[in-house]
């Protein structure tokens, strides 16, 4: 990362990626264009909107389920064997449990 990379409006970080989208997005990463202008309602659950992450997320959640598969499980394990990853400490309850 460079000193010379924009920032954006909404979250004062830089932009590291689709720095050649900074101005069509308002000055902003795509995430919080998105979050600030396309997502209807609670920005901590999907939209009806099929770009945004969180309505992806839910797709593969679903799918994994219908698969068979506990999503929850696939996350934990995945996080047990990334060593290099440092996690908050609360990532446990950073999902929505229905």
């Known amino acids: 990362m460079t000193n010379d990379l924009p920032v954006c409006v909404c979250c004062n970080k830089p932009v590291e990626v689709n720095v050649d989208q900074y101005e069509k997005f308002e000055k902003m990463h795509w995430l919080c264009f998105h979050l600030k ?3 209807e309602g609670d920005p901590d659950k999907p939209c009806d909107n099929p770009i945004c992450p969180w309505w992806h997320l839910e797709v593969y959640r ?3 389920l219908e698969l068979g598969e506990n999503p929850e499980e696939i996350l934990s394990n995945a996080r047990h064997t990334d060593r290099d990853r440092e996690l908050p400490a609360n990532y446990d309850n950073l999902f929505i449990k229905e």
Do not use: P, W
């Open 62 to 64: 679903e799918k994994l």
């Open 37 to 39: 202008y396309e997502h």
